[in-house]
């Protein structure tokens, strides 16, 4: 059975219309063959941060951030915007998480909802639709780059004006023109390559080292698979700038084990949506690629999820979800239905944007436990798609075992008990 | 001299003779508490100690001249718990007390488990934070070891324990407590703990820095009371009317370029904030700009029509980028140009607050080929501002 919601896609780009209307030729500046030529943008490489791991970086000017944020004000004052974010209320609900709210009626459309099959993660990309390659460079802020693993401690990049070069497949940062939030952008990874919104460990790395990158940890990334209420079928991860908590990062977690690349994975606790946390690891590239791993195996297993990168990229939340199923189940009652919250990864971390003023004005810590609740996979569910995760990124029962002998042995202070998943709660062992 | 030991005065002589002999008592009755603890100005750029116990110089192993100045983030390192630090500066932000559980590092480098109690400071007319209190408990683990060999039973009442596992956020997880194994003995010195993810501290610990916080606030309370100042001397903002909170200002703070924020809901649209580039730049003293509208900074020679043009904008609540001739009080009295930028600035009620205005002298336009662009590094600024001012969810107009 076919499963499909109907909604009103967010637009994200100037360039974006419906999807019946076909775009002929250009001089819409964009990205695609017609207009690519002699675009020009900044670029900004990062350093090679696996050399940085345990060093404190001080960088005296935030640089990436003084980009973002002078590019955008640029754009804002130029009115590409389809309205101005600033101008829309938002508070903290009162309550032991301190949800935040937005009353933004500008942001969805009064018009006729889209279909979206929601019963496939994994979907072939259809150069037809809307992508990436179809918006105004003008929404373009820089090209984003890793270094290059071979290079020597080379530091920071920047280079004001560079040509877009079509061979070396750039990643580029945009911005969206329906924010939900001031500094509200797409990091659209190899962007002339047209990859299917998915994710894969290139990719990942790339958004894990924007978040490092960036160095202030209230610009989070975020990353929405389909089904978790991505609108656009062209790979891309979000981020805005919110100087406050998210709730998700104010919830406890249960340490459930510690993988072979240090990196430690827990379950969120006290937290409406059931999910994994994880952290550490000897280097960047194995808290991404462990990440990495389990997304994998959550999309082939067609389970929908949502990514939020957190605390300058020392935090990655893994959150399985199952709403748009229920909604094409009928499963979802009206009056939640109603609200037309679409629970992507922000509001999955605890930042609500709301579409009517009543809802604004009686929101509140229950009703927003209420809804990520729905969204949420059942405990049952989640300890099956935990088994499925661990399974993925090699943490079988029986190795665990053998494992375990292999710590007890080598005295290095601190002693990190596993865990075997589902059935947790064993009593502690010192070293 | 004041607690910041500052060299830049910003009061008058006769202020400042008495500001020194009430900061001198003030200074003698701190240093007689036997406790561990800081104190820090949020109005200073960096949130940084402005005062430290002697107490807390021989737990931390540096001297007074190596603390003075630093943020509390200095005594941070790789195996602090994320989520803790993430705790206290939401604590800073919301202007409230916390206590948790937190692991610092010595000079030496060694890391140690301690209790950290903060508690805000309230200045006595307006009731704004003007500073803030942190209390450290170091936590014994060969207290509990002692005290859990000869008790059983439910000990989580009584005596702190370390889990390994369980990572706390804002809210005390109910669990029971997982005893401490105890092959080990006395002998053992505080190594092992720092390896553990969390570590409760006791009640008699708990106890300790709650009387330690009274006793601090108590102190400055009766300084406050007595001479109705900032403990450090320094003002940051307009006295009683529309001071910005600390949280605002020390996101602001952050900023190094040169701005101001000014008030428009205000009569005459004084400036309430002015950052430290901008009295670099002009020369002037934060107490003789702040409450100022900004033609002061405007002279003989400024054209007029300019300063018309920006009156338009604002009156329409527009941006407006101008070249304007200004006059400085450095010591040379030295006129600038000033490639100036004003941006209305909304808050989270989605009103306008306030009017931001960047300041770049036009001389320091240097085209740097691996630089920003100095728009860009002039509109980050305006970015900046805007980010903060939405956040600071406490500011009204």
């Known amino acids: 059975m076919l499963l499909k919601i109907k909604r009103v896609p967010t637009v994200v780009s100037n360039y974006q219309k419906d999807e019946t209307v076909e775009e002929g030729g250009c001089g819409r500046n964009c990205l695609s063959k017609c207009c690519i030529n002699g675009a020009r943008l900044p670029l900004y490489t990062c350093k090679n941060l696996d050399k940085s791991i345990g060093e404190k970086s001080e960088s005296p000017v935030m640089f990436l951030e003084s980009l973002v944020l002078g590019e955008w004000e640029d754009r804002f004052q130029r009115g590409l915007f389809r309205y101005d974010v600033t101008s829309c209320e938002t508070k903290v609900i009162p309550g032991k998480y301190g949800f935040i709210a937005q009353l933004n009626e500008g942001r969805h459309l009064k018009k006729r909802p889209t279909e979206f099959r929601v019963d496939k993660v994994l979907q072939p990309f259809d150069g037809n639709k809307f992508n990436f390659t179809k918006v105004g460079q003008e929404e373009l802020l820089f090209q984003f780059e890793a270094s290059n693993d071979d290079d020597d401690d080379k530091g920071i990049q920047f280079f004001p004006n560079m040509p877009l070069d079509a061979d070396n497949s750039p990643s580029v940062v945009a911005i969206n023109v329906s924010?939900?939030?001031y500094g509200h952008v797409l990091l659209i990874p190899r962007v002339l390559d047209c990859l299917p919104q998915m994710i894969d460990h290139k990719s990942l790395l790339l958004a894990l080292q924007m978040a490092i990158e960036a160095a202030n940890p209230y610009f989070r990334l975020g990353y929405n698979s389909l089904g978790a209420f991505a609108t656009i079928n062209h790979l891309h991860f979000q981020a805005y700038y919110l100087a406050m908590q998210f709730p998700i990062e104010k919830a406890s977690s249960l340490k459930m084990t510690t993988t072979n690349n240090g990196v430690k994975i827990s379950n969120l606790l006290n937290y409406p949506v059931r999910g994994l946390l994880f952290?550490?690891?000897?280097?960047?590239?194995?808290?991404?690629?462990?990440?990495?791993?389990?997304?994998v195996c959550l999309q082939n297993n067609s389970i929908p999820f949502n990514i939020l990168i957190s605390d300058s990229g020392k935090q990655i939340f893994l959150l399985p979800q199952c709403y748009a199923e229920k909604q094409a189940l009928g499963e979802v009652s009206s009056k939640l239905l109603d609200t037309q919250v679409n629970p992507a990864v922000w509001?999955?971390?605890?930042?609500m944007v709301l579409k009517r003023k009543e809802d604004y004005e009686g929101a509140s810590e229950e009703k927003a436990w209420k809804l990520l609740a729905e969204v949420s996979l059942s405990e049952e569910r989640f300890k099956e798609v935990n088994t499925l995760i661990f399974e993925a990124i090699g943490l079988s029962s029986h190795e665990e075992e053998e494992e375990e002998l292999e710590e007890q042995s080598s005295m290095n202070g601190g002693f990190i008990r596993r865990v075997h998943c589902p059935s947790v709660k064993e009593e502690a062992v010192s070293n | 001299m004041s607690l910041t030991e500052s060299s830049k005065s910003v009061f008058t002589e006769e202020e400042e003779k008495e500001e020194s002999f009430n900061a001198l008592w003030i200074k003698e009755a701190l240093d007689e508490l036997p406790h561990n603890f800081t104190i820090t100005d949020p109005f200073i750029s960096g949130h940084p100690i402005v005062f430290a116990s002697l107490g807390f110089l021989k737990m931390t192993g540096y001297s007074k001249e190596e603390v003075i100045g630093k943020n509390g983030k200095f005594f941070q390192g790789p195996k602090t718990n994320r989520r803790s630090i993430m705790e206290i500066r939401e604590a800073i932000r919301e202007e409230r007390s916390i206590q948790v559980s937190l692991l610092n590092y010595r000079k030496s480098g060694s890391p140690f488990w301690m209790l950290f109690h903060m508690s805000p400071v309230f200045g006595k007319n307006d009731g704004k934070v003007i500073h803030f209190v942190a209390v450290?408990?170091?936590?014994?683990?060969?207290?509990?070891h002692r005290k859990l060999r000869n008790v059983s039973g439910d000990l989580s009442d009584h005596f702190g324990s370390c889990r390994r596992e369980v990572c706390f956020g804002n809210f005390v997880h109910q669990d029971r407590a997982l005893p401490l194994e105890c092959d080990d003995d006395d002998d053992d010195d505080e190594q092992g703990l720092e390896d553990w993810e969390h570590c409760e501290a006791s009640e008699s610990e708990k106890l300790k820095a709650v009387e330690?916080?009274?006793?601090v606030l108590s102190i400055l309370k009766r300084y406050i009371e007595l001479s109705g100042r900032l403990v450090c001397g320094k003002r940051y903002c307009l006295r009683g009317a529309d001071c910005l909170s600390s949280s605002l200002v020390i996101s602001l703070g952050r900023i190094k370029q040169s701005f101001v924020l000014t008030n428009p809901c205000l009569p005459d649209m004084p400036i309430v904030y002015a950052s430290d580039a901008f009295l670099t730049l002009t020369g002037y003293k934060r107490q003789e700009v702040l409450g100022q509208n900004c033609r002061f900074l405007s002279g003989v020679d400024t054209d007029f029509s300019v300063l018309y043009e920006m009156k338009e904008c604002i009156l329409k609540g527009q941006s407006c980028t101008v070249q304007i001739l200004n006059y400085s009080n450095r010591k040379d009295k030295s006129t600038f140009w000033n490639l100036l930028?004003?941006?209305?600035?909304?808050?989270a009620s989605g009103k306008t607050a306030y009017f931001v205005g960047v300041q770049v002298e036009a001389s320091c336009r240097n085209t740097e080929s691996k630089e920003l662009r100095p728009e860009t590094k002039q509109l980050s600024v305006v970015g900046a501002v805007r980010v903060a001012v939405r956040s600071s969810f406490m500011v009204t107009c």
């Open chain 1, 347 to 351: 509001e999955m971390s605890g930042h």
């Open chain 1, 179 to 181: 924010p939900i939030e």
């Open chain 1, 279 to 295: 952290e550490g690891g000897n280097s960047i590239k194995d808290l991404s690629d462990t990440v990495s791993d389990a997304s």
């Open chain 2, 136 to 144: 450290q408990v170091p936590i014994s683990r060969r207290e509990h």
């Open chain 2, 341 to 347: 930028h004003i941006s209305p600035v909304r808050n």
């Open chain 2, 212 to 215: 330690a916080i009274n006793n």
